[in-house]
């Protein structure tokens, strides 16, 4: 199985650039799970007759949103996250609008697993968001994945808009402190290793020089000047099943190029 994760940057936009069809019809995912969708569903002409749309859009128009494209039919499929997690972590409005109400999280069940995708809140250039993301975001995400955990193991992927490591991004000494790579982003990403959770492209690829985010600025992405900031995070128990994790820098259409994991059915019956 193949589940495919990218952070579009508008699906409107990246199929009007004749990217989204190309990349589906190349690398056939059986699951697609996308972020920032900036739109309602509906609002996109998507041609995939062979998949189920799962959309959890924003309230704002054009901001933010998350959805999966799945061949297998889920069991049930979760927008956002349960309300007795948002309201024990204080999720509720900043300066920027309530998070809970900006499309970031679906979770879809199947028969093995979940698969959960979140378009993760964004601490801001001037880090006005971080308390945010610190102290309620990222517990709470952590707190909604291991609930999830109890009833089947977990596959978790979207832009997580932290590097993890200095080997996740090509300057780490000049981004120390910035947005994306500050001690406390870092922390919660950490956070997720330590309660169980694999990041899966690391079981393959040592070392730096694997991104998958260049600004638009400079020729960053032809020059590789970028940050890996989008994973997929799986529940030590599925370690044995997955057979691969891909970051597709080839593929054009967003400031964001798809990442992939593949896993070995056979192995989780």
């Not at 601490?123 to 994945?145: C, E, G, I, V």
């Amino acid at each position: 199985m193949k589940i495919y994760s990218w952070n579009v940057n508008g699906i409107r936009a990246v199929i009007r650039k004749n990217d989204f069809g190309p990349f589906v019809a190349e690398h056939q995912p059986d699951i697609i799970c996308l972020q920032e969708t900036k739109a309602q569903q509906g609002q996109a002409e998507i041609d995939l007759p062979d998949y189920e749309e799962y959309w959890n859009s924003a309230e704002k128009a054009g901001y933010s949103g998350t959805a999966i494209f799945t061949r297998p039919k889920p069991i049930s499929v979760l927008n956002d996250m349960t309300s007795d997690i948002s309201e024990e972590h204080g999720l509720h409005d900043d300066s920027y609008g309530d998070p809970m109400k900006e499309g970031r999280i679906i979770s879809a069940e199947y028969e093995h697993f979940y698969v959960a995708t979140a378009y993760v809140p964004n601490a801001k250039r001037d880090l006005t968001r971080l308390p945010l993301r610190f102290n309620q975001w990222d517990p709470a995400l952590l707190a909604h994945l291991k609930a999830l955990e109890k009833k089947k193991p977990v596959i978790f992927c979207g832009d997580l808009n932290v590097a993890h490591t200095e080997d996740d991004l090509s300057n780490p000494k000049a981004n120390v402190g910035e947005h994306g790579f500050t001690d406390e982003e870092r922390e919660g990403f950490q956070n997720f290793m330590d309660a169980g959770f694999i990041d899966t492209f690391r079981l393959f690829n040592e070392g730096n020089g694997h991104y998958s985010w260049w600004s638009y600025m400079s020729k960053a992405r032809e020059r590789n000047v970028g940050w890996r900031i989008d994973y997929f995070l799986v529940s030590a128990e599925l370690k044995d099943a997955v057979v691969g994790a891909e970051i597709h820098n080839d593929i054009m259409g967003s400031d964001h190029c798809p990442v992939s994991v593949e896993l070995d059915l056979a192995k989780l019956r």
